[in-house]
């Protein structure tokens, strides 16, 4: 069990700039959960997966943003025409199917958008 | 909707001292109640949890009981050390096909030899 991965761990870009995030899953769990973080909040869910089916994604905060799983493994967020208000740091988290499992989250991609 | 109300921070104690950090809650249906804690630049960390009513959650000398009568996860630690300094937030999960978690904004504590 090697965790949760992300990719990359920073990332810096400029206003209008399309950004990409990668997050590697917990290899047997077949649910992955993308939030979003401000300082001194709470993680705020965006959407989630199961296996490649995209379950929930009304969540997402705007028609900028979009996630991809393609193969039921890993997963990407892409950001389109990046806005200040965008800085955060976006968790990623994966889980076994069954009810009541703890979600096993990442370190993170924090993103400044200068 | 269903809803997380955390103890806001900051939480500053010296260390052996007692810890409780309250969490209520709002959910419909019978919820599962986590405490997660996050260390600096890292990502959030299971602390422990209860499924169900009256359920005592365990882990690393802190603990916390699902109290549904006053619909509250208050986390609590008799000693705590400098290396608990965190952020510490509760969650709620109502179940079925979502597995949404509801976090709480989380309670920032420090410890102090």
Same mark, same amino acid.
Request: aromatic share 12%; proline share 4%.
């Given at each position: %069990?090697?965790?949760v991965s992300?990719?990359?761990?920073? &990332?810096?870009? &400029?206003?209008? !700039?399309?950004?990409?995030?990668?997050? %590697?899953?917990? *290899?047997?769990?077949?649910?992955?959960?993308? #939030?979003r973080q401000?300082?001194?909040?709470?993680?705020?869910?965006?959407? #989630?997966?199961?296996?490649?089916?995209?379950?929930?994604? *009304?969540?997402?905060? *705007? %028609?900028?943003?979009?996630?991809?799983?393609? &193969?039921?493994?890993?997963?990407?967020?892409?950001?389109?025409?990046?806005? !200040?208000g965008d800085?955060?740091? #976006?968790?990623?988290? *994966?889980?076994?199917?069954?009810?009541?499992?703890? !979600?096993?989250?990442? %370190?993170?991609?924090?993103?400044?958008?200068? | 909707?269903?809803?997380?109300?955390?103890?806001?921070?900051?939480?500053?104690?010296?260390?052996?001292?007692?810890?409780?950090? @309250?969490?209520?809650?709002?959910?419909?249906?019978?919820?599962?109640?986590?405490?997660?804690?996050?260390?600096?630049?890292?990502? /959030?960390? /299971? /602390?422990?949890?209860?499924?169900?009513? $009256? $359920?005592?959650?365990? @882990?690393?000398?802190?603990?916390?009981?699902?109290?549904?009568?006053?619909?509250?996860?208050?986390?609590?630690?008799?000693?705590?050390?400098?290396? $608990?300094?965190?952020?510490?937030?509760?969650?709620? /999960?109502?179940?079925?096909?979502? @597995?949404?978690?509801?976090?709480?904004?989380?309670?920032?504590?420090?410890?102090?030899?």
């Open positions: %069990d090697t965790g992300q990719d990359p761990r920073h &990332k810096i870009t &400029k206003r209008g !700039q399309n950004v990409t995030f990668r997050c %590697d899953p917990i *290899s047997e769990h077949n649910r992955l959960y993308w #939030y401000t300082l001194g909040q709470g993680p705020e869910f965006l959407t #989630y997966f199961q296996n490649e089916a995209q379950l929930e994604k *009304s969540r997402l905060l *705007s %028609d900028r943003f979009s996630a991809e799983r393609p &193969k039921g493994s890993f997963s990407t967020l892409e950001i389109q025409r990046t806005e !200040q800085s955060a740091m #976006y968790l990623c988290a *994966s889980s076994l199917e069954a009810s009541n499992q703890p !979600q096993h989250f990442g %370190d993170g991609t924090r993103l400044s958008i200068l | 909707g269903d809803s997380v109300t955390q103890m806001e921070g900051p939480v500053t104690l010296s260390e052996e001292a007692f810890l409780t950090i @309250n969490c209520t809650y709002t959910a419909t249906g019978y919820p599962s109640l986590f405490w997660y804690v996050q260390y600096p630049g890292e990502g /959030l960390q /299971l /602390l422990l949890k209860a499924t169900k009513a $009256d $359920d005592k959650g365990s @882990n690393k000398g802190f603990e916390a009981t699902y109290r549904k009568e006053t619909t509250s996860f208050h986390l609590e630690k008799g000693s705590v050390q400098v290396s $608990d300094s965190a952020v510490y937030f509760c969650a709620l /999960l109502r179940g079925g096909t979502g @597995n949404q978690f509801y976090f709480g904004t989380g309670t920032s504590l420090t410890v102090i030899p």
